[in-house]
């Protein structure tokens, strides 16, 4: 199975601008885990995660006050349509991270997370297990 198969395409871009409370409730709202951070001024593509909210609030700063941008992890790791599910999750256990930006043609295409990949290795048709 590819990550095409799995990734979800309809995905929640932010800008750089909106604070983390905006970006939370959006995400709450969406009920997604991450969020795609397009900033032309930075070079393009990054991705904003819950991790990266839970980590500002922790630390005791504002979620109203606090940008984006600030926040936001511009070293992603890409992932192709075309990579095997495999693959993407021997990448997201070698980076420490739970997503994917899937690239296509250059262009943001999707994003995948572990769940997607557990979601198509385990269907829900199989019972679960007992105790």
């Known amino acids: 199975m590819l990550v095409r198969d799995a990734m979800s395409t309809v995905v929640l871009t932010v800008g750089p601008a909106h604070t983390l409370r905006q970006a939370a409730a959006l995400m709450s709202a969406r009920r997604v885990g991450a969020a795609i951070v397009h900033?032309?001024?930075?070079g393009g593509v990054g991705i904003l995660t819950e991790r990266d909210?839970?980590?500002s609030v922790g630390l005791g700063q504002d979620p109203?006050?606090?940008?984006i941008h600030a926040h936001t992890?511009?070293?992603v790791v890409f992932a192709a349509p075309t990579w095997s599910l495999q693959e993407a999750a021997r990448a997201m256990v070698h980076g420490g991270?739970?997503?994917l930006?899937?690239?296509?043609r250059g262009e943001p295409a999707g994003i995948v997370s572990v769940r997607d990949i557990i979601?198509?290795?385990v269907p829900d048709r199989e019972p679960a297990p007992v105790p």
């Open 53 to 55: 909210i839970l980590t």
């Open 101 to 104: 930006v899937v690239l296509d």
């Open 73 to 75: 992890t511009g070293d």
């Open 97 to 99: 991270f739970r997503h």
């Open 64 to 67: 109203d006050t606090e940008r």
């Open 39 to 42: 900033d032309p001024d930075a």
């Open 119 to 121: 979601r198509c290795w």
